[in-house]
């Protein structure tokens, strides 16, 4: 199914250094090969005219605004991932906000979750998303799913601008939302679809 261009966003999810960089705090091992097919991603979505969504985690530097599971990384003498104003949670060198780009700051996996996406979304009258960015069983996967239920038109992972731990991790968690309807093309079939 072809999107509406003007009615599409691309969500660029997490491609922050402390999950893709080799020395990251909470690096996912498959993310940073997959920075190559992001940066594209975003220039064709620009020039088709998308809305670009760049989701972050940015956490308190005291981890009060983390998961209960991961609280313990922001004790004392810990590295603090993502924290507010940090290297960390810069994006990688290559990715780049612009001024007509949107900015979703979220402390849990899903981009939908506590945040304002959903409402910026249909403010601008979009109807269909294409996911990038990292890590698939995690923020990708979560985001896919509340996309699906929130009724999405038509919700796209691009497989090789995504990535998990593991080439099988990602594999499995790919095969499972396409099987809730979701599109998984190549980033060389999206880009000539």
Request: charged letters at 25%; aromatic letters at 6%; one cysteine or more.
């Amino acid at each position: 199914m072809a999107a509406d261009d003007t009615r599409t966003a691309l969500l660029v999810i997490d491609m922050q250094n402390d999950f893709v960089l080799p020395d990251g705090s909470m690096r996912v091992d498959g993310g940073l090969a997959i920075v190559p097919n992001v940066i594209k991603a975003v220039e064709v979505a620009r020039r088709r005219g998308f809305l670009v969504i760049w989701v972050v985690r940015e956490h308190d530097l005291l981890g009060r605004d983390v998961e209960l599971f991961r609280r313990h990384l922001y004790a004392d003498g810990k590295p603090k991932p993502t924290s507010k104003g940090s290297k960390g949670s810069e994006l990688v060198d290559g990715l780049v906000i612009k001024e007509e780009d949107y900015k979703v700051v979220k402390t849990r996996f899903s981009a939908f979750f506590a945040t304002n996406l959903h409402s910026v979304l249909l403010g601008a009258g979009i109807n269909s998303l294409v996911v990038t960015g990292v890590q698939t069983p995690n923020c990708i996967r979560q985001t896919v799913f509340d996309g699906v239920a929130l009724d999405y038109k038509s919700v796209t992972v691009i497989i090789d601008a995504t990535a998990a731990a593991t080439p099988d991790i990602h594999a499995a968690n790919i095969f499972d939302m396409k099987n809730i309807g979701v599109l998984a093309p190549t980033l060389e079939e999206w880009c000539q679809s």
